[in-house]
C-alpha cells in the first residue's frame, strides 16, 4: 500500500465531526487568529493566517457535509481537491504550524483550529504529503522502538549511570511499581541527567518506579505527523507494557506532545479507557510537594524564567504546578510577557523542530521568543518539554545568545532536601 | 341671478375682515406665496359661481356629513354657497325624475364648464350593485364627466376605491380614475376628508385652477407631508416613549401610539396641524392610532391596530413550518454526511509507517 | 388607484417577510441539526476538568479579548465590538424594533431614545467602514476576504442606512423608505444561512465545543 490522494480524503473524511462543522460555520475570516500565530507574527506573510491551512478541509467538509455545499456540487460550484492542493499546503499545514494552540485561544468565535490542524494532517499524511523527516521518524519508531532508532542500549547505559550516580537501584520491568517512567527520545540522547533526577525524587518520596525496554519512548510520531493508526500502534506498546507491569500510572514525562498523546489522545486510539493512571511528571512532582513529600532546601539565586511548552500549558492544562514547585527553590524567578497560558511557542514543536525545509521559518519565528528573553535577560530558562528545551538551546545558540536552559525536574532535584547529595558547582 | 359672494357675506353676517383672514389662511394652507392673497380674496369675490354637480356613489355620506357639519355658518360653509349646487341626493329637495331632470339641465346648460365632485366608488364587478334611477353609477360617472371641466373626487372610496375596494371588493369597486381618463382628476382622500381641504381645493380650483398634484393626484399642498412628521406626538416617539395599551399610563399620558398600530408615519395628509371640528382635535390627539385614511387601500395595509414594523402575513404558521422543513433537511443532510463518514471509515485501510510516502 | 410605494410596504411586510423567515429560520434550523447531527465520538481519556461547566463558560467569556491581541489588530477589534453593540442596541433596543419582535414571538422590553439609537447606528455604520478599510488594506484580510465577506459587509450595512433614512426622512418617500429599509433586512435574513451571518448561531456551539475540549483537558480556554 502506498500514499494516495483517495487515501488522504478518505482519512479526512473520517475526521469530520460536530465540533468541526461548528467552527467552519463559525468563522467569520476576521485575520484574528494571525495575529495569534507565531509565524504570521514573525513574518507577516498572510499565508500563515492559521485559519487558511484550514482551506482545503473546509472545502471538503462544505462539499460533503452540507446539503448546500452538495446542491451547490450539483450545479457545478464545487471545487474538488487535487494532488497538487494538497502539495502547496504542505508548507502551511507542517512547515508553519506547531500546534501551539494559540490561534484557539484567540478566535473570537471560539474555533479549535489548532484541533483541525491535528485532523488535517491525518488527511495530509495518508496522502504522502507528511515532511519527510516525520516519515522517516514514524518508519524508524515503528519499526524500532524510537525515532532515532533504537535507543535499548542507550537506556541501559543512561539508566545504569544514573544509578552508580546516585546509588539507587533503577529496576527495569518491576512488577506492580507505582509507576513506569518513559522518556522523550531527546532525553535519552541530550538530556539523561532528570533519570538521575527522578530516582532522588522518587527515592525521597517514597515512590517506587519501574523502567522497561518494551516501552521506554514517550514520544509519537504519529500524533505530530497525523495518523492515527501510527499513532495507535505507538501509544498501545506503552498501555501493553503498563498493563503487563501492573503499575498504577504511567509517568509522561518532560515532553509536549507525548503527553498529548499518551493522557489525552491515547485513549481514543485504543478504544478503551486505560487500566493506570498518566500524570504528566511535573503534575506528580506537584502533587508529590502538596503531600510533603518533596522538599527541597536553599534557593536557586540566578534570574530563572520559566517556558511553558504549549502541549503542556496551553493544550494540557499544567499551568500552576510549575510554578508552585519554581517558587520553593527560585530566588529570582522572573516571567515573560504572555507566559502561562498564552505563551509563545519555542518555535520547534507539532514537528517543525525535525523538518528541514521549515528551517528558515522557524528561525525567524524564534524571533519572538529571542525578544521575550531579552526583555526579561534571564540567566537560566526552566522548561518542561526537552523538545522545547532542545530548541530554546540550538535557537539560543543560532542567536548567540548565553542563556542556560534546563529541565525543571532537574533543577527540582538540584535543591532537594537530601542530606546524602552534594549538590553544587562542584557536582 | 345667483348672489355673489360679496353679497352672501353680507346677508350672513360676515365681515370682510374675517374674509380676507379666511382668504390669508387659505393661501398658506395652499402653500402660494402670502403676495398672492390679494389675488385669491378678488378671486373669490369676484368668482362666478359655477355649477357642481355632485354624484355620490358606493359611499356612507360621510363625506357630505364632514362638509356641510358646523353648527354655526362658517366661512366653509359660505364658500360651499358660493357655487351652484345642482344636483346632490342628500341635499338636494327634488327627488325622483325631478332630481335627474335637474341634473340633466345643468349639464345641458353649463356644458363643459361644470365641476364633477363625485364620492364613493363605481362598482364595475356587478354594475347592479349600485345604481340611481336605474343607471348605474358608472354610466352615470361616464356620462356626467363627459361634459365636466374637472372631476374632484372627494374622499377615499372615490379617490381609490376606499372601503369598498377593500379585499375581497365584492363588488368589484374601482375609484373614479379608473373609469374616467381624460378629465383632470383631483383627488381628496380621506375617510372623510378634512372639511377645509375640501373648501381650500374648491377654492383653488375656482380662482387658479387645478391645483398641483402628487403621484396619487392628491394636491400636493395637503398631502405633502406625514402626519407623523407634523404630530405633537413626536417627541414621544423620538425619546422612544410608547403606549403600549389604550388604557395604560403610556396612553393616559399622551406617549406616541406607534406601537398601537398608528399609521402616521406613512400617512400623508394635514390632519396633525389642521385638524377637525374648527381646528379642535384629530384622532391622534383623542388617543386613536392614525389609520392611514388617506391611502390607497388603507384597510388592507395590515391591520389597524399592527404596528408597521410588524409584518402583515401570516408569519407563526411560516415559521413554525420552516422550524419543521429546516429540522427535516438537517436530519437528512446529517444522514448523508453520516453517510459519506461511515463510507470513509469502512474504506480505511490501515496505514503503516511505510505507507506515509508517495510511489516515486 | 395604487400606491407602489405602498404596495411594496405591503408586499415586505407580507409574502416577502414570510419568504425570508421561511428561508432564514429553516436555513438556520437545517444547518445547526446537520452540525449537531455530525456528533462527536465520546471521549475516553478521563476528564481532568468538567468539559461541560467550562463550554457554557466559555460561550460567555469568549466576548472578552486575549490579552495582548487588541493591539495587534485594533481595528478589528474595536471595529468589531462597535459594530456589533450598535447593531444590538439598534436592532433590539428600538421600539418599532421591539414591536416586531414582539408581534412575531410576543416578547418585549423597554427601548431606549432615538438619540441614543441613532448614535448607536452611526457608530456601528462608521466602525463597518473601518472593517472594510482593514479588509481592504490589511494584507491578512484581504486574503481571507472572500465573496461571502463582502455581501456580508454591504447586507449588514443595508438596514442600519435604510432604517436610519426611513426615520430620519432623508430623502425618498417614507413609505418607500421604510418598504426598503424592511426588505434589505429580509435580504439579510435571506442571505443568513448561506453566508457567515451564521455565526451569530453557530458561535455559541463552537465557543462551547471549544471550552469543552479545553475544560476537559483542565486547560483555560
Redesign the interface.
Known sequence: ????LE?GL??L??Q?DAPVAAFFSSCVSCGICAEACIFYRETHDPKFTPIRKLDLMRRLWRN????FG?LANMVGLGRRITDDDLSAWEELVYDSCTMCGRCTMACPVGNDITMMIRKMREGM????H?PVEL?GA??R???GSSPMGDLRKALRARVKHASQETGIDIEFDKQGADYLAIFSAQEIAEFPDVIAAMARIFKKAGVTWTVSEDAYEATNVGVQ?G?R??AR?LVGRIVDTAEKLGVKGVISPECGHAYQALRWEGPNLIGRPYTFEVVHIIELLDRLRAQGKLKTTGKDTTRLTFHDPCQINRRGGIDREPRNLLNMVADDFIETDDAGTMNWCCSGGGGVGPNERANAVQSKAFNMKKRQFEKVAPDKIVTMCAFCHHTLEAQLDDNNMDIEVQGLTELMAEYLDDETWERGPER | MKPMLPELMQTHGVSRRRFLKYCATLTSLMALPPAMMPRVAQALETAVRPSVIWLSFQECTGCTESITRSHAPTIEDLIFNAVSLDYHHTLQAASGHAAEAAREQAMKDHHGKYLLVVDGSIPVGDPGYSCIAGISNRDMLKETAAGAAAVVAVGTCA???GIPHADPNPTGAV?V??IIKDKPII?VPGCPPIPVVMTGVLSHFLTFGVPKLD???RPAAFYGE?I??RCYRRPF????L?A?GFDDEGARAGW?L??LGCKG??TKSVCATVKWNGGTSFPIEAGHPCLGCT???FW???GFY??????????RK??L???A???V??????????R??A???A?????????????S | ???PY??L??WA???A??IA??????????????I???GRKRDLAPAKGNPVAQGLKTIFTRSVPRKGLVAYAPITYIGGYIFHMGFFVAFFL????I??I???IGV?WP?????I?ESAVALSVLALFALLYARMADPVRRALTTFDDCLVWLLSLLPMVTGYVAVN?LFGD??LM?ALH?LSVELLMIAFPFTKLMHAVTFVMARYYNGAIQGRKGAQS
Open positions: 500500500m502506498t500514499a494516495t487515501r478518505n482519512a473524511r473520517e469530520i460533503e457535509y452540507t446539503l452538495r499524511s495518508a496522502a504522502g507528511g516519515i514514524a518508519q519508531h515503528s519499526d505527523i495518523n493508526d501510527i500502534l | 379617490a381609490y376605491g375609484a380614475s379608473e383627488n403621484d396619487l393626484g406625514t407623523h412628521d416617539y423620538d425619546k422612544g410608547f403600549e406616541c406607534y406601537k408615519p406613512t391611502e390607497p387601500d388592507d395595509n395590515g399592527r404596528p408597521l414594523s410588524v409584518p402583515a402575513g401570516d408569519f411560516v415559521g413550518a420552516a422550524v422543513a429546516g429540522a433537511a438537517g436530519i437528512g443532510g446529517g444522514m448523508l454526511a453520516h459519506n463518514r463510507k470513509a471509515a474504506e480505511h485501510e490501515e496505514v503503516d509507517a511505510h505507507d506515509l510516502e508517495k510511489p | 388607484m395604487n400606491n405602498f404596495d410596504l405591503m411586510r407580507g409574502p417577510f414570510n423567515l421561511f428561508i432564514f429560520v429553516a436555513g438556520i434550523a437545517l444547518r445547526v441539526v446537520e449537531v447531527a455530525l428600538f421600539g418599532p424594533h414591536a416586531f414582539d408581534g412575531l418585549s427601548n431606549l431614545s432615538r438619540v439609537i426622512k417614507p413609505t421604510l424592511i
